[in-house]
């Protein structure tokens, strides 16, 4: 059986000709916790890798969908970002799938991280200085243990 989890966490950036962006750590009590880094300053046109991370605080392995999350990229809708308070528009790719394999998971052990880079600057537009949020906004899917065991 799947299980849901709303994944939320934000940052900020500002500047004129830079942008700068302030890690933002999501500070929880839950078992499965995402966090994410940008770098603090960065070049307006450039392109920018961001970093995710997903913490197993549990006692046992989880198995993830890396659908609608970073660790697949910024290939899917699943990050909220706003430019002087206003939320940019998704810009990236939209894919239709069928019923996930067992490849689709990845095995986050009992205290260990995974953590993916993905480019932010391939699915928004960031070509303009101000102040940045970006924040997951997305449902994680999951499974206890191992997708792959049989």
Known sequence: ?????????????????????DYGLLISRSILVASIECPP?????????????LKNNGK????????????????????????????LEYDG??????VPGPDQYLTVGAGQTLSSTFQ??????????????IAVDTYLEYVVGSATSK
């Open 93 to 98: 790719i939209y894919r239709k799938r069928s």
């Open 60 to 87: 046992q392995d989880y198995s993830v969908l890396k659908w609608s999350t970073p660790l697949e990229g910024a290939t899917s809708d699943c990050l909220t970002v706003t430019r002087n308070g206003k939320k």
């Open 41 to 53: 300053t960065y070049i307006v046109k450039a392109t920018i890798a961001c970093r995710f991370h």
């Open 1 to 21: 059986m799947s299980n849901y989890r709303s994944l939320s966490n934000s940052f900020i950036a500002s500047t004129k000709e830079l942008s700068e962006i």
């Open 120 to 133: 932010v600057s391939d699915a928004f537009d960031l070509t303009k200085a101000g102040v940045y949020s």
